[in-house]
Nanobody, 129 residues
Framework: QVQLQESGPGLVKPSQTLSLTCTVSGGSITTNYYYWNWIRQSPGKGQEWIGYIAYNGNAYYNPSLKSRTTLSRFTPANQFTLQLKSVTPEDTAVYYC?????????????????????WGQGIQVTVST
């Protein structure tokens, strides 16, 4: 049974970089053909897909966040990471990592809610001085 666990700081100062790690157990992040996502949820904006890194290491981003976002992975530890630069209080949210099935139409297509099959518990990140 695959499990995902987010980790990282819960408080980040404005203009700094938010860095989170998702550790996967019970399955490999290189297994065909799963996709490993970051999603965030805030009261004001609802749920927002940030991007995913595919089983083959290719990363795809939400265009609205792409300029500030980097997704990467560290396969020896079975982890994938999110870096979000130049954060503002608008980036305050609960951040989730999740596994999804392959996109149906094109690479980089955001998953439908029904495409996610495993979620982490989420981590609250607050951007504040």
């Amino acid at each position: 049974q695959v499990q995902l666990q987010e980790s990282g700081p819960g408080l980040v100062k404005p203009s700094q970089t938010l860095s989170l790690t998702c550790t996967v157990s019970g399955g490999s992040i290189t297994t065909n053909y799963y996709y490993w996502n970051w999603i965030r949820q805030s009261p004001g904006k609802g749920q927002e897909w940030i991007g995913y890194i595919a089983y083959n290491g290719n990363a795809y981003y939400n265009p609205s966040l792409k300029s500030r976002t980097t997704l990467s992975r560290f396969t020896p530890a079975n982890q994938f990471t999110l870096q979000l630069k130049s954060v503002t209080p608008e980036d305050t949210a609960v951040y989730y990592c999740a596994r999804s099935l392959p996109p149906t139409r094109y690479e980089g297509e955001p998953p439908a809610l029904s495409d996610y099959d495993t979620w982490g518990q989420g981590i609250q990140v607050t951007v504040s001085t």
